[in-house]
T-cell receptor, first 114, second 111 residues
Framework: ETGVTQTPRHLVMGMTNKKSLKCEQHLGHNAMYWYKQSAKKPLELMFVYSLEERVENNSVPSRFSPECPNSSHLFLHLHTLQPEDSALYLC?????????????FGPGTRLTVT | GQNIDQPTEMTATEGAIVQINCTYQTSGFNGLFWYQQHAGEAPTFLSYNVLDGLEEKGRFSSFLSRSKGYSYLLLKELQMKDSASYLCAVPSKGGYNKLIFGAGTRLAVHP
């Protein structure tokens, strides 16, 4: 247990569906992150939030929409996804988004787009 | 730009020692992280090096040479449970705590 939880753990959705991924951290951290992990590819950073403010959008398509209502919760809203978006989506948190801090990862949501 | 290279796969025998290498190219250096990721699980932090030299933490040690853009993770007294992917990562230049990850080295430990 890393102190970062994600739900659901598995999700299958059609290309016309709308779904949301949820992440919660219980570590008192001020920064939260979304990563995408595709088979045989490096972890790719998608978004960075610092104190509920989005500070990094790593050229992610608009069909992925993040939301951070407070420093403990992070959502990733999904709509009109493509099959190539099937991947493991990992949430992480760290003490701060400034500087080099260890990131704590959640278990991920395995997303399949059909 | 930034680039990280690590071997794709390695195999080793239980009880042995294995060294996983990582080379990186980055403009500006703010340290190097190693993470362990078991199949289907979250990456977990192993080490962070910002100064040259070897840092030992139990059976795992991590080495850094900033002048060579090189790091390695040394695993001693290998156990079956050490079978996992090992990810090397460096913070991106400037901005926020944005980690650039290597593709990972998948280590298989055999009896």
């Amino acid at each position: 247990e890393t102190g970062v939880t994600q739900t659901p753990r598995h999700l299958v959705m059609g290309m016309t569906n709308k779904k949301s991924l949820k992440c919660e951290q219980h570590l008192g951290h001020n920064a939260m992150y979304w990563y995408k992990q595709s088979a045989k590819k490096p972890l790719e950073l998608m978004f960075v939030y610092s104190l509920e403010e989005r500070v990094e959008n790593n050229s992610v398509p608009s069909r992925f929409s993040p939301e951070c209502p407070n420093s403990s919760h992070l959502f990733l809203h999904l709509h009109t996804l493509q099959p190539e978006d099937s991947a493991l989506y990992l949430c992480a948190s760290s003490l701060s988004a400034g500087g080099s801090y260890e990131q704590y990862f959640g278990p991920g949501t395995r997303l399949t787009v059909t | 730009g930034q680039n990280i290279d690590q071997p794709t796969e390695m195999t080793a025998t239980e009880g042995a020692i294995v060294q996983i290498n990582c080379t990186y190219q980055t403009s500006g250096f703010n340290g190097l992280f190693w993470y362990q990721q078991h199949a289907g699980e979250a990456p977990t932090f192993l080490s962070y090096n910002v100064l040259d030299g070897l840092e030992e933490k139990g059976r795992f040690s991590s080495f850094l040479s900033r002048s060579k853009g090189y790091s390695y993770l040394l695993l001693k007294e290998l156990q079956m449970k050490d079978s996992a992917s090992y990810l090397c990562a460096v913070p991106s230049k400037g901005g926020y705590n944005k980690l650039i990850f290597g593709a990972g080295t998948r280590l298989a430990v055999h009896p």
